[in-house]
Structures are given as structure tokens and as C-alpha cells.
């Protein structure tokens, strides 16, 4: 949707770097003095697409307009745009005044005007009386102020912040958080900002944009993207989750942890596999009743600082976490009840791996770039393009690569209560997505198996 209040329309940005796609398809319009952050974690593309953004590189496709104008040819010069990056980039011979002085005197601003506005910005940042400081006798919080400053004395319509607190210790950060939160209130300029830190983007944000592998997940309030995540991509990486299995039985009817539970959403259909999300802060937990509510048995109980964290497992083997201000002690018995509202169903992206693949004979098909022994394929001939399926849970991993027919490196691990859901990414970029009880962890170097009985072919 656009509208004249955009101050930036990204529109259909897809990029790729050699044969690796880094941005695909990616929108999104910016509201006159929003402020936006663009959160994933590392690798999903938030950088190159500030950098696109900013004119420091280009799409591949798409088009980039500011204000109405279409910029996506334009030199990042003569952007209005200003970017704030992670390393500060500030001239160490300069002090603090001539550092933020550099853009107007290149500009041929008149000494009168540059001073002025160099002591309206340091204002701004909080740095007044700093001006004639050596910038390397700075701390990192105020050279960060500085390369504010910096930009902001150009007076941009939009500013690009690009992780500019991660080199921040952890208390320094949070107070830079709120001063940029007063300054983007006090500036009135648009701010779009990148982060892979959650808590940073539900803190700072107007709208937030969760990335991951080059494409928008959602785009939403931190109100928002907290309470309703489109995904369990989202539901993982915001905040902490149990994510599970469950079956959309009917409209407000869904089962999960083995029973089943009333909520509230609609449209599924009738038996339909979903991912059910329910914060730990949702589920009330309570002594052992005998009201024939969901039971489990606490197996652990840390204290947060304000709730305690317990994981519980249910009589049917499934493990959930709770948050609650009351503690219950390790081994015992007791009753939750979860709300229909705090139940959230999301539709899979997926129920089953698929790859395309090429029969070679009756008895062999190529997908993934590997030749898999199958079952034999009566009436299908060598060279026939066909579809493979293969269930999550039928994909084996070994520790040893050379045990395996392929090789890739285990990545988005999501527990799902009895079991973790992860993906394998092969060395070509493909994806393979497995259901296993076995512990990996983040980039482990894992052996793919797959045996024939549980390769189905699907003519095209
Ligand atoms: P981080 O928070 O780690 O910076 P990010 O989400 O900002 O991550 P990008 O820096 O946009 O991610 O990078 C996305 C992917 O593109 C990464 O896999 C990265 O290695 C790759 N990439 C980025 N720039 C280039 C380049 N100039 N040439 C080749 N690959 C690149």
C-alpha cells in the first residue's frame, strides 16, 4: 500500500552477491518521522539492505523512492539520507568540532551558519563544551554521540543507524538507547534503524521489520510482533516461546500436548497440522487440582530476578516453560491453565521436505546434487524430472560427515518440546529440514542420510 505520508517506499529489493540470494523481494514504506528498526540475526541481509537504502550499494532489482523522488540511481551524496555506522568512523586528527564541521565545510556552508549548527547538534547530543576535544580522548559512548552529531548536522530526512550501540558496554547502551529515543522525538526526522538485538527494537521502535534470509517476516508494533508473531521464526527470536506441534481440529479447536484446547482463531480448516506458540508468561500454574486441567511435574526453577523461569513436563513426555512469581519446587505435581486468547496458532510453512529432483534409473533419483538409492519406480524412465518428498523425522544425521550421502551445517535450531526442528543447510545453499530427538548445536558439521523406503517420488 502507498500513500503520499511515505518518506520511504523500498519496493520488490532483491540482491545477490556471486550465486547467493540476499535480499528477496523485500518492501516496506516508511512513515515522515517514524522510527523503524529492521532486526534478524546475523546474515539475514539487514546491512546490505541499509547499504541499498543509503546508495552505498545497489539492488539487483527494485525500486527505492524517497519523498516521492525515485533515488535508486541517485549517488548516496545527494540522498537525503545520513548514515550512523557501527564503528564510528570518526578522523582521528580532527578534533570533536571539525569532525562534525567536515560535510558543511566540503559543502561550502558559511562559517557563521557551520558554527551555529555544529553547537545546535552537539546540543542535541549532549556533548555541548566538548567541541575542541581530541576525539580519541573520548569515551565510546561519546564518540558515538559525535558521529551522531555528525550526522545529524546535515540536517538528513532520514537517518541510517546501522548497530550504532553494538560496540557499547551493556549500561552505556541502554542509556544511549533512551537519548536516542529523546532525540528522534526532539529531531522529528525519520529514523530507520538496524539491530540483531530483540530487546534493542521492542525498546526504540515505532514499527519493527523482522528479517531472516533476505526475506520480511513481519512487519508490525513491538505490541505487535510480541503478541501476534506470524511465524515461529518470529515467535523464536522474539522474546522467549514454547513452540509446538499441534492440529487444527477445527475453527477454535486445536490439540496440542496431547489434549485438546479451545482459542480463538478461525480459517484453518479441519485437521490441518499447525504450529501453536504460547509465551511462558501465559500459562498459569497452580498446585495439583483434580479439575482434569492440563498436569505436569516441575523439573527446574530459576529465579529471573523479577519471575521464576520452570520447565514442567506433562505426563505425555512434552516439555513447556512457565514464568510465573510464585515458585514451585523441583518435583512437584501440578495444574496450569492456558488461556484461548494466549493460545497462537500459525500455519506451517512446511509439513515435509520437497526437492526437485531427476530419476536416473528405476531405482535412482539425483536431487540435493546426490544420486539416492529408491524403491523401485515402475513405468518411470532415467532423465524424467519428478518431485521428492521426505518427512522431517525420516532425515538422519550423523556426526560423522563421511557417514553421511551429503554434508551441510546445522542452523535454526527451534525446540518444540519433545523434539527440536532444525534445518541443515548443504554446502550448494540448499536447505534440508529435520525432526530429531538428538542434541546439535548452532553450525555443527552433520552427515545427511536418507534411506530409500523413506524417499517418495511424485511425478510432475
Ligand atoms: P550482520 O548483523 O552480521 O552484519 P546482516 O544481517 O547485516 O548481518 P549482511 O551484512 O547484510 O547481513 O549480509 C548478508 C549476507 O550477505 C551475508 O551472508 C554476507 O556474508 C553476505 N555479503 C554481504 N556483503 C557481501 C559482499 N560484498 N560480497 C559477498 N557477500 C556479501
Redo the contacts with the bound molecule.
Keep these: 500500500m502507498k500513500d503520499s505520508n511515505f518518506i520511504i517506499e523500498l519496493s520488490h529489493i532483491s540482491k545477490s552477491?556471486?550465486d547467493?540470494q540476499?535480499l528477496d523481494d523485500v518492501s516496506l514504506f516508511v512513515k515522515k518521522g517514524e522510527f523503524v528498526t529492521i532486526l534478524?540475526?546475523?546474515?539475514?541481509?539487514?546491512?546490505?539492505?541499509?547499504?541499498i537504502l543509503a546508495g552505498f550499494?545497489t539492488s539487483d532489482e527494485g525500486e527505492i523512492r524517497i519523498d516521492g523522488k525515485d533515488i535508486t540511481n541517485v549517488p548516496p551524496h545527494e540522498r537525503p539520507v545520513n548514515t550512523v555506522f557501527q564503528r564510528y568512523a570518526l578522523f582521528p586528527h580532527l578534533n570533536v568540532y571539525d569532525n562534525i564541521a567536515f560535510g558543511l565545510k566540503l559543502k561550502k556552508v558559511k562559517e557563521d551558519e557551520i558554527e551555529l549548527r555544529v553547537r545546535k547538534a552537539l546540543k542535541m547530543v549532549g556533548m555541548t563544551d566538548y567541541e575542541w576535544r581530541d576525539v580519541n580522548s573520548l569515551s565510546g559512548g561519546q564518540q558515538q554521540r559525535v558521529a551522531i552529531a555528525r550526522a545529524i548536522v546535515n540536517r538528513p530526512q532520514v537517518l541510517l543507524l546501522?548497530?550504532p550501540l553494538a560496540a557499547l558496554d551493556l549500561k552505556m547502551r541502554k542509556d544511549m538507547q533512551m537519548e536516542l529515543k529523546d532525540m528522534h522525538k526532539t529531531l522529528g526526522i525519520t529514523f530507520v534503524y538496524?539491530t540483531?538485538d530483540q530487546e534493542e527494537a521492542l525498546t526504540l521502535s515505532d514499527t519493527i521489520v523482522v528479517?531472516s534470509e533476505?526475506k520480511v517476516q513481519q512487519i508490525g508494533t513491538p505490541t505487535d510482533i510480541y503478541n501476534e508473531p506470524a511465524n515461529s521464526f518470529v515467535a523464536d527470536f522474539i522474546g522467549e516461546s514454547n513452540i509446538l506441534n499441534g492440529i487444527m481440529l477445527k475453527d477454535c479447536k486445536v490439540q496440542f500436548l496431547g489434549r485438546e484446547f479451545e482459542c480463538v482463531d478461525k480459517g484453518f480448516g479441519e485437521n490441518v497440522p499447525v504450529d501453536v506458540v504460547i509465551r511462558p508468561e501465559d500459562i498459569y500454574i497452580m498446585a495439583k487440582t483434580d479439575s482434569g486441567m492440563l498436569e505436569g511435574t516441575v523439573q527446574s526453577c530459576i529465579f529471573k530476578g523479577v519471575h521464576y523461569e520452570m520447565t514442567v513436563t506433562t505426563p505425555d513426555g512434552y516439555e513447556i516453560m512457565i514464568q510465573d512469581y510464585n515458585a514451585f519446587e523441583v518435583g512437584q505435581h501440578v495444574s496450569m491453565i492456558i488461556k484461548p486468547s494466549d493460545i497462537h496458532v500459525m500455519q506451517k510453512e512446511r509439513t515435509c521436505n520437497t526437492f526437485e529432483a531427476t530419476m536416473i534409473d528405476s531405482t535412482h533419483v539425483e536431487f540435493l546434487s546426490t544420486q539416492f538409492v529408491c524403491n523401485e519406480q515402475a513405468g518411470i524412465t532415467g532423465g524424467e524430472k519428478v518431485e521428492v518428498e521426505v518427512d522431517f523425522e525420516k532425515i538422519e544425521l550423523m556426526d560423522n560427515k563421511e557417514d553421511g550421502m551429503l554434508v551441510g551445517d546445522v542452523r535454526f535450531i527451534l525446540y518444540k518440546g519433545d523434539h527440536y526442528h532444525l534445518t541443515v543447510r548443504t554446502f550448494d545453499g540448499d536447505n534440508i529440514y529435520v525432526d530429531t530427538h538428538d542434541v546439535w548445536d548452532d553450525r555443527d558439521i552433520v552427515g545427511v542420510k536418507i534411506m530409500p523406503d523413506d524417499i517418495r517420488i511424485k511425478r510432475v
Excluded: I
Aim: proline share 4%; glycine share 26%.
Design positions: 552477491f556471486g547467493k540476499v534478524g540475526p546475523s546474515g539475514c541481509g539487514k546491512t546490505t539492505l541499509l547499504r550499494g546501522d548497530e538496524v540483531h528479517m533476505g
